[in-house]
């Protein structure tokens, strides 16, 4: 089936960078588009398909039309949405998005789970987001902090993050104690000045209004009137997690972010998020937003190296549970006996002499 789409208006930004907007738009949806002249998409394919991109082309035109402008990268975002659910349209993504202030900083939601990670951190007192990298969990979660903070919904600000991951440790880093963790919570702050300006940042850390610090420094606390974030939180332990749960006082909200894939702890150690996700599942004040790769808004390759690093676990999975049914136990390592007269080569060292 063949039809043609009206676009009078915002013809490049449909397109994209390196038309990368029409190539997953007709990826996702299985067609082919051709610019007709009159700035006018001829669109052919499956008929049910068709219809859904003329929908989804029209409401692009209207938007477009009624001064509807879509920045660098947002459609790219949206077009994901909206070619992946057939339940979700572009004009309700857009509408149901629209831009809020946090602080200097004007931000939209751009997926579906981002805006109800947002609705969910309003509307409770401790959520949880869960997904990988590049899909706003930290930017959005720092943001709705700010917001707080600046609309006297709490007094303070504590940020906060495992401080030994992926086997480093801090004691063999140069500096003090501050020197040593810093580098660990530069996201946080790196997040922070792009909300507020850095001379007024500085002086919020400086009279402890807004306190970054590593996870350990908030044994034996009670936060009232905060707004508390642990970030990383796939490398708390069990029991570093049920701490930190538990630090929660009065007009305080929490939000604990992490991505469960990738789990830095020792072998053997439960990590505190998945724990969480089994304990706490179901208590009421506390939601659950899983994202995905169809939520990341980083640079388009990330979203496919995510893809392609789940459907890898994916299949890892599958072959470890297929030998433990099968055999027991998962199979050992295979080492191969090299040949006899295979050549082995020595590398040269020069002389010490």
Same mark, same amino acid.
């Given at each position: 089936m063949k039809s043609s789409v009206q676009i009078s208006r915002g013809i490049e930004s449909l397109f994209g960078t390196r038309d990368e907007n029409i190539r997953l738009f007709e990826s996702e949806l299985?067609?082919?588009?051709?610019?007709?002249?009159?700035?006018?998409?001829?669109?052919?394919?499956?008929e049910p398909q068709v219809r859904r991109a003329e929908?989804?082309?029209? *409401?692009?035109?209207?938007?477009?039309?009624?001064?509807?402008?879509?920045?660098?990268?947002?459609?790219?975002s949206y077009m994901?949405?909206?070619?992946?659910?057939?339940?979700?349209?572009l004009r309700r993504l857009v509408e149901s998005g629209k831009s809020r202030a946090f602080g200097k900083k004007v931000l939209a939601p751009k997926t579906v789970n981002q805006r109800r990670y947002v609705d969910a951190i309003?509307?409770?007192?401790?959520?949880?987001?869960?997904?990988?990298?590049?899909?706003?969990?930290?930017?959005?979660?720092?943001?709705?902090?700010?917001s707080a903070y600046l609309n006297k919904r709490v007094s303070r600000i504590v940020l906060t993050r495992p401080a030994v991951e992926?086997?480093?440790?801090?004691?063999?880093?140069?500096?003090?104690l501050q020197e040593k963790v810093d580098p660990y919570l530069r996201p946080l702050y790196d997040a922070l000045f792009d909300m507020i300006d850095a001379d007024k940042v500085e002086k919020l850390l400086?009279?402890?209004?807004?306190?970054?610090?590593?996870?350990?420094?908030?044994?034996?606390?009670?936060?009232? *009137?905060?707004?508390?974030?642990?970030?990383?939180?796939?490398?708390?332990?069990?029991?570093?997690?049920?701490?930190?749960?538990?630090?929660?006082g009065f007009n305080s909200k929490m939000v604990i972010t992490g991505d469960d894939t990738q789990i830095d702890l020792p072998a053997g150690k439960k990590s505190g998020i998945l724990n969480a996700m089994e304990v706490l599942r179901g208590v009421e004040g506390i939601a659950f937003v899983h994202f995905d790769e169809r939520d990341v808004v980083r640079h388009p390759l990330v979203q496919r190296i995510v893809k392609a690093y789940d459907r890898y676990n994916e299949m890892i999975g599958a072959g470890r549970q297929l030998a433990l049914k099968l055999g027991g136990e998962a199979p050992p390592e295979t080492y191969v006996e090299p040949t006899v007269d295979a050549a082995v080569e020595i590398p040269e060292f020069p002389s010490l002499a």
């Amino acid at each position: 089936m063949k039809s043609s789409v009206q676009i009078s208006r915002g013809i490049e930004s449909l397109f994209g960078t390196r038309d990368e907007n029409i190539r997953l738009f007709e990826s996702e949806l299985g067609l082919k588009t051709r610019l007709m002249d009159g700035d006018s998409l001829e669109i052919e394919g499956d008929e049910p398909q068709v219809r859904r991109a003329e929908q989804i082309l029209e *409401d692009y035109a209207n938007l477009v039309k009624e001064g509807h402008v879509f920045n660098n990268g947002d459609l790219n975002s949206y077009m994901r949405v909206v070619t992946s659910d057939p339940n979700v349209t572009l004009r309700r993504l857009v509408e149901s998005g629209k831009s809020r202030a946090f602080g200097k900083k004007v931000l939209a939601p751009k997926t579906v789970n981002q805006r109800r990670y947002v609705d969910a951190i309003e509307g409770n007192d401790l959520t949880f987001g869960i997904g990988p990298a590049g899909t706003g969990k930290t930017y959005l979660a720092v943001a709705m902090a700010v917001s707080a903070y600046l609309n006297k919904r709490v007094s303070r600000i504590v940020l906060t993050r495992p401080a030994v991951e992926a086997g480093e440790h801090l004691g063999f880093l140069p500096g003090t104690l501050q020197e040593k963790v810093d580098p660990y919570l530069r996201p946080l702050y790196d997040a922070l000045f792009d909300m507020i300006d850095a001379d007024k940042v500085e002086k919020l850390l400086e009279k402890n209004v807004i306190e970054v610090a590593p996870l350990a420094f908030m044994r034996g606390r009670t936060l009232n *009137d905060c707004f508390i974030i642990l970030d990383e939180a796939q490398n708390t332990s069990v029991e570093q997690m049920k701490m930190v749960l538990t630090r929660q006082g009065f007009n305080s909200k929490m939000v604990i972010t992490g991505d469960d894939t990738q789990i830095d702890l020792p072998a053997g150690k439960k990590s505190g998020i998945l724990n969480a996700m089994e304990v706490l599942r179901g208590v009421e004040g506390i939601a659950f937003v899983h994202f995905d790769e169809r939520d990341v808004v980083r640079h388009p390759l990330v979203q496919r190296i995510v893809k392609a690093y789940d459907r890898y676990n994916e299949m890892i999975g599958a072959g470890r549970q297929l030998a433990l049914k099968l055999g027991g136990e998962a199979p050992p390592e295979t080492y191969v006996e090299p040949t006899v007269d295979a050549a082995v080569e020595i590398p040269e060292f020069p002389s010490l002499a």
